[in-house]
């Protein structure tokens, strides 16, 4: 079974997480995710993500490369932005 491994930073936090995402999200370097684990629900910065199998040595590799601890907890949302409209500007 493919999924992504996505390593994400938080802005007070100095340490990086591991997650783990649906496969094939497409996460880059940068974007805005809402994570879930046992502390709730915390917005972070992707770092980089890649998509491997769970019985991947490259899997095992990157979660103790990382000192994650399995089960990972999960990325569960991509933010995005939308400019507002302010048509009370253009009258």
Request: charged share 35%; glycine share 6%; no cysteine.
């Amino acid at each position: 079974m493919f999924i992504d491994l996505v390593a994400v930073s938080f802005p007070l936090d100095k340490r990086n997480y591991l997650y783990e995402a649906p496969r094939w999200t497409g996460l880059e370097q940068g974007d805005e995710v809402i994570v879930q684990d046992d502390d709730g629900r915390h917005s972070g910065i992707v770092l980089d993500s890649v998509t491997v199998t769970k019985d991947d040595d490259k899997y095992n590799f990157i979660v103790n490369a990382m000192g994650a601890e399995k089960p990972l907890a999960r990325v569960i949302q991509k933010v995005t932005y939308h400019k507002l409209d302010w048509k009370e500007d253009e009258e």
